[in-house]
Structure formats: C-alpha cells, structure tokens
C-alpha cells in the first residue's frame, strides 16, 4: 500500500457548514451544537490507480460532500488533497481540473438541455485543447462510441434520450477530458434495473480497458459488491470500515457495517437476514454523539465506546476498522445481538 | 386466472377477494386519437393477501393503482375494464361515495413523503383530519388517535412529533407519518407506491417490517407497487410484472423468482445484481422499452426478446396459465423454459 500507488489520497479532511444566521442562533436553545453542521470529520481515504472504489452510507454520511472535495467544487474546511502525490491547492488550475472529472446522479438535471451533445463534446475538447480543432468531430465520434452510442447522436439535444442513454453522454462528457480519475455520485440510482446493467458494466469496461480509477458513490450494496475492489463505509461524516470488496463483505468488523448487509433485500427468499435491524436513525449531524458517533445504535457499545472516539485503524491485512471492539466482535455468519453486552 | 384465485389463498376456507380488477384499460383520449397506457390488465387481491407490481419506469404499474384509488392525472382515464372492491364496482361510482372510501377502506402511501405531505400543517393534524372527516372523531380525540397512530409506526416521542411541521422531520420520519395516516382510519387495503425508494437501506427495513407488521394486526390487504425486485421478495406473497401497460407473468413471487416463465421477467432477475450471488455477470436487457403511442398487434417485448420467433410478429400473446397458479404472456414458455417441443 505504497503512497505512489495511490492516484489520489485525502488525509484529515474536515468540513463544517456554519447556519450564518445570527437569529437562529440566537433562537436555539442550545447554541454549542445547533451552529456548526459537521459533514465531514476528518477523512483518511485513498483512491488507487485502476481500481473502482465504492463509497456507500445513509444519506447525510457525507459521502457527496466528500466527492465534491475531491473533485474541487467543494473547499474542504481543513485537510489536504494529494493527486499522484503532490498537494492539490485550493484553486485548480485547468489541467487538474482536467485530471478528475465527475458523473451525477441525475442525468436530467446535469447535462444542458440546450446544447446539443455535438456541442457539450466539442466545447470540452476546444477549451482543454484534447484534439485539434479537424479532430474535434471524429473524436466526439470515438467517445460515444467508447460509451456505446453511435455517431448519429451528435445532433440531438439531451431531452430526446433515456435516463441510460443521458448517463450514457455524461460519462461521455466526463471521458472527453482523458481524466485521470472518475468521480461517480449515484450514477445509477436513478436508473432502471435493465438498464443499470448496461451502465455498471461500462464502468467496468472503463476499469478494464482504460485503467480508469473510479470512486463510485452509491448505497446499494449489491451494486457495489458487483462491480467495485475495495469499499469504504461512512457513517456521521467519518470512515467506518475499509476493506477489499469480498473481504468487507464475508468478514465485516464494524456492527454498522453489518447492520447495513443485514438490511440488504435479498433476491432469494432462502437468505433473509432478520437478525439485526438497526434500530432509529443517524443523529442529527448538528449534534453528533460524543465517543464512538455509533455508540447510540450500536448493540455492542460498552461504557468505553461512549468515552473514546475511535480511529480508523488496521484489523487485518488492508482491512481498516474504526470500532474499539473490532476483534471482540462475534464472528458474521452466526450473527445474533448480543443482548449481554447491551 | 380470474376465476381460480391464486394458490395459497385457496387453503384458506371461507375467502374472498377483497380486490378484483378485471381488463382494467386505461388511456389518454385525444380528439383524432387515444393511446392505451395500460391494457386489460386483471389480478384479484385476497383479505390478507400481499400482493406486489413489478416493471421499468412507464410499465404502467403506478396508474392501475392510481386508477384503484382513483388519484389518474388529468387525461388519463378509465377506458373499459372493472374494479371492484369487497363486491362494490369502483369504476363509474359517484364521486362522493368513492370519496367516503378513501381512508376508512382504502388508503394509499405514495413515494415521496416530502411532496405528499401538506408542508404548511402540523403532521399531527394532517393524520388527524381522516380520522374526524370518516370516523366522526372530535378534535381532541382525533388528535389523540393520531398520536396514537404515530406511536404505533414507531415514532419516538410521537406527541412532540405531532406538532412538527414536515421539513423537521427526517425522510424516514415522513415516511412513517404517511404510513400512520394511512392506517389511522383502518383501511382494510393499503397501496404502496414505491413506499422505500427514497429511503436509506436500514431505513427502508424498518419501514418495510412495520408495513407488514401492521397488515397482520389489521388484518389487511397490501398492493405494493415497486422496480425493487429484492424489496418485493422480501414484503409480497403474489406478484405480476408488467410490461409496456400489460401484465406479462403473475404467480407466487418465490416460484417466479425461482423459475421464471416469461422472458421478461428473466431479463429483469439477470440484469439485476445480487448480493448472494456476486460472481453471476449481470446480463442488461438489449434494446429500449416499447413505445405505448404505437403498438403493433404484436408481442411488446418481441423487439428485445433473445427468444423471439415469427409467430410473436404476428399476434400478442394472452396471459394465459402456464402451470396451477402460474400465468405469462408468452407462446413458447413451455418450449423456452421447460424445454418440451410443442
């Protein structure tokens, strides 16, 4: 796990959003804690060359902030960002700009509904000077075919597209730039399953044959246990767990992390997991919880995960866990709550 | 189909259908012309029974159980077709009457909480209001039984919830206060229009257990409307799918799951990923869904069927049984599935 391998690493990246209203604050009753929201609570977190990185959580995790830090259009309130190893300022310039690039959720709302996908391409390939200004056509053609549409698309505007074939175009837009890194947030969430299919494989084509490192954001985890290497959970703004796919998975070492494979719905009726359904929802990030930010969930706390905030720290080889009892934790497949510990 | 019910409601002596819906045609009827959205779609819902709607975005799933709660957009209408309810027909009775269902008989639960909740009044009195216009309730005692409701759906400290307005509550919350509006006046049937699609994954477990929890304490009938196939294995009993406005397999959901009989809902489970399956590559269904404005007399899914023959060019297959308790709209499904010549 080399520092060189890494295409992008952040270490201790923090974000706070203050309210800036003076009024309500001065209407809360408890003004400590309703005046900052923490998004972010310190993140360590590598991106590796030619690997696709899941990030997953609830929503209010923080992991599109995150995503937007590392794709520049979010300032970090403290932490560093390091691209192939040197620090990445605050202002980009436009080759880093360049270098990491990034598909949405919704492809309705994030591509010009009156630029025509001609227009979206060739803009991108002019301004960063990809190709010379005769190229600019056959390249656009190359692109859409590398995201597998032809090159009779050109002309259209993205209303006349399906939710696939406009995710489709943006990965397009996000590939014109030969983007070192792909920032994916929720790229299929708002796609049919059928279709779904069609996208996660091309993330995988991407991977394959272009060496593409991707993060993918997303919170189906049969998704990313399809297509990704290495997953990192979030809870409450910080890194609970990261491990190798198959790894994370089979053996996970954080009880939020399994109280989130236990809530997968399951495609056969032989496998539901009924044992552990989490009770409640995530605190409110106004007012995250001292010691452990789980401790309130968690059916393993003890007095000292109420008292110590834990680290991201190593449980077995690449395998990182921010819980005090990681290796006092019941083995998976036999997974009843432990109602002594309670 | 409609004259057998389905299979595993028959054990139970003394059953009828709580909903029949036979050939239920919906369109939009312009001057020159009129475009079927769904069509001639019948299933039959026993008391108790959970039933569950599968298809892609514009299958028609959402509007026949629209057209059950009589909540069509404006345009869309009841073309031909039959719904009844405990023995009463649905279609052409007068609007007041179909009004005084709604709630104590019939209730719904919509996808999105933010949009369907009046944002301008406190929830409590939003759960109250059915309580009092149906069961006659006082001001104080509706508000009591929609605390009561709100307790019931899991709501910690509901009387303080109560005075909330639905921006302060988290998405989970909101969803549980429609839930609790639904049950308020004991519906005995409840639809669900993608309940958990909005909802986190450990939320969308507590949300689905409560909506079965409080079928079998009320004693009633589920149609559950979703994309989500694992989500309906994991709520349903009985499931159809649709495609392009037509039901193309109904069944049990395990057989179906199991053993498929259209290849459709093949498609659908192979394009899927699952999480107890992560080395089964995800086969996406070629092509794009069929276009309703201009249908062939022909098998809708015949253009992105690996299977398709002549015949299917030709003619639209019926639904017709397959096996006891089993029904696709396909010619060759014995031939496909079960491998026997015809």
Redesign the interface.
């Given at each position: 796990m080399s520092v060189d391998e890494a295409v992008l690493r952040v270490s201790s990246i923090t974000k706070t959003y203050h309210l800036g209203n003076v009024l309500l604050e001065r209407l809360s009753k408890n003004k400590e804690s309703h005046s900052a929201l923490t998004a972010l609570g310190g993140i360590d977190l590598e991106l590796r060359k030619g690997e696709i990185l899941a990030l997953v959580g609830?929503?209010g995790s923080g992991k599109s902030t995150l995503a937007k830090i590392l794709v520049g259009s979010v300032a970090a309130t403290s932490g560093d960002v390091f691209h192939e190893g040197s620090p990445v300022p605050a202002r980009r310039g436009k080759d880093l700009t360049r270098r990491i690039q990034m598909v949405f959720q919704d492809p309705y709302s994030s591509l010009n509904p009156r630029m025509s996908v001609g227009s979206v391409l060739s803009e991108l390939l002019l301004v960063h000077k990809i190709v010379p200004r005769r190229e600019v056509r056959a390249e656009s053609i190359r692109l859409l075919n590398r995201v597998g549409l032809d090159a009779d698309v050109l002309d259209a505007y993205p209303s006349q597209f399906?939710?696939g074939q406009r995710q489709r175009i943006a990965i397009a837009r996000a590939l014109a730039v030969r983007p070192d890194v792909l920032i994916a947030d929720e790229p299929v969430s708002a796609l049919?399953?059928?279709?779904?299919?069609?996208i996660?494989?091309l993330f995988k084509s991407l991977r394959d044959e272009l060496g593409l490192s991707s993060l993918f954001v997303a919170?189906?985890?049969?998704?990313v246990?399809?297509l990704s290497q290495r997953v990192a959970v979030m809870y409450l703004g910080r890194i609970v767990e990261v491990a190798e796919t198959?790894e994370l998975?089979a053996n996970p070492r954080h009880p939020y992390t399994r109280?989130?494979i236990?809530?997968?719905?399951?495609?056969?009726?032989e496998?539901?997991n009924d044992d552990f359904?989490?009770?409640?929802?995530p605190p409110s990030p106004f007012n995250i919880p001292q010691g452990c930010r789980f401790h309130p969930r968690c059916p393993f706390a003890v007095q000292a995960c109420i008292e110590t905030d834990p680290a991201l720290m190593p449980v077995a080889a690449g395998h990182d866990s921010a819980c005090l009892r990681a290796h006092e934790l019941p083995t998976f497949s036999s997974f009843p709550v432990c109602q002594e510990v309670l | 189909m409609l004259e057998t019910p389905l299979p595993g409601v028959t054990e139970l002596p003394g059953v009828t259908n709580l909903l029949s819906v036979t050939d239920l045609t919906l369109g939009v009827k312009r001057s020159n012309s009129s475009t079927v959205i769904v069509d001639s779609v019948s299933f039959d819902v026993a008391t108790g029974d959970r039933f569950g709607i599968v298809g892609?975005?514009g299958s028609g799933k959402s509007m026949t159980l629209r057209a059950i709660a009589n909540l069509l957009p404006v345009g869309v209408q009841v073309m031909s077709g039959s719904i009844r309810y405990n023995g009463q027909e649905l279609v052409g009775m007068n609007r007041g009457k179909r009004r005084g269902l709604m709630g104590p008989e019939i209730a719904m639960i919509f996808q999105e909480p933010m949009t369907a909740l009046n944002p301008v009044m406190r929830v409590g009195e939003q759960i109250a209001e059915g309580p009092r216009r149906h069961l006659g309730l006082s001001r104080k005692a509706a508000m009591d039984l929609a605390v009561s409701m709100m307790g019931r759906t899991g709501i910690?400290d509901p009387a303080r919830r109560a005075l909330a307005y639905p921006h302060e509550l988290?998405?989970?919350?909101r969803q549980r206060i429609m839930i609790a509006m639904a049950i308020s006046c004991r519906p005995k049937l409840i639809l669900c229009d993608e309940p958990t699609t909005a909802l986190?994954?450990?939320?969308?477990?507590?949300v689905?257990?409560l909506l079965e929890e409080l079928c079998d304490d009320f004693g009633a009938s589920l149609v559950f409307v979703t994309?989500?196939?694992?989500?309906v294995?994991?709520t349903c009993r009985n499931l159809a799918v649709m495609y392009a406005g037509r039901m193309v397999e109904t069944g049990r959901?395990?057989d179906v799951?199991r053993d498929p009989r259209h290849p459709y809902t093949k498609?659908?489970?192979d394009?899927?990923?699952?999480?107890?399956q992560?080395h089964r590559p995800?086969?996406?269904?070629p092509g794009?869904?069929a276009n309703l404005a201009n249908r062939p007399n022909a098998c809708a899914f015949a253009p992105r069927c690996p299977f398709v023959r002549d015949h299917c060019l030709e003619e639209s297959p019926p639904l017709a049984p397959v096996e006891p308790g089993r029904d696709a709209a396909c010619f060759y499904s014995d031939e496909i599935f079960k491998k026997v010549t015809v």
């Open positions: 609830e929503s399906s939710g049919d399953v059928s279709v779904q299919a069609t996660l494989e919170h189906n985890l049969a998704v246990q399809h198959a998975f109280a989130l236990a809530s997968i719905p399951r495609m056969t009726a496998s539901v359904v989490l009770e409640g929802e | 892609e975005s910690p988290s998405g989970g919350l986190d994954v450990t939320v969308q477990r507590q689905l257990r994309h989500d196939l694992a989500v294995n994991q959901v395990k799951f498609g659908l489970l394009s899927a990923p699952d999480f107890d992560p995800l086969i996406p269904i794009f869904p």
